[in-house]
């Protein structure tokens, strides 16, 4: 296992148009993780799950945004009607938990670019 | 709601300098985890030290070391004999801690970035 992989790694999308990114988290991890990054600034939380489970979402999260993890393994991230302000990096991570949450590992990002 | 809150956006040293990165947060909680993340240009978020509220002691790694003051709720990074490779983003972060904890996610502050200097 090679760790944290996002696919895909860039896209650029006309306004208005939807996108999927996938996540797939080091096998063995139960816990994932969505972060949403612009530039020069922290990773913004906008949802996680406990294997199948969506735990908890951000008010970032607009109704425009859905996220699933539907065998608690991989999970995708869906934007409809993308707008400018939607271009971001996007973070996926991964981590155990077992009694208690251990170092959570990161993709390296799926760049997103509404033109 | 937790905050973290670094104050410096951007820091440059020398090779070979000690370099100390701020961050402070405010929380309720007693028990929890907090964090250094280093981010170089381009590349993927990696840990670079943990902390466990409850652990009295400083968190090292190496070259790494952290100033924990739980009462002053302040967290700051220590980077001695600095190698131009430290160049990145750092980020503080914050996790709650407990078992089936639903509400452990990470925040994170908005980063510090770090120029080492040859």
Redesign the interface.
Known sequence: DTGVSQDPRHKITKRGQNVTFRCDPISEHNRLYWYRQTLGQGPEFLTYFQNEAQLEKSRLLSDRFSAERPKGSFSTLEIQRTEQGDSAMYLCASSLVQGENTEAFFGQGTRLTVV | AQT?T?SQPEMSVQEAETVTLSCTYDTSENNY?LFW?KQPPS?????VI?QEAYKQQNATENRFSVNFQKAAKSFSLKISDSQLGDTAMY?CAF?K???????????????T?LHILP
């Open positions: 973290v670094q985890y993340y590349r993927q978020m990696i840990l943990r980020f996790m801690h407990g078992p089936r904890n639903r509400d452990d996610k990470i925040i994170f502050g908005k980063g970035r």
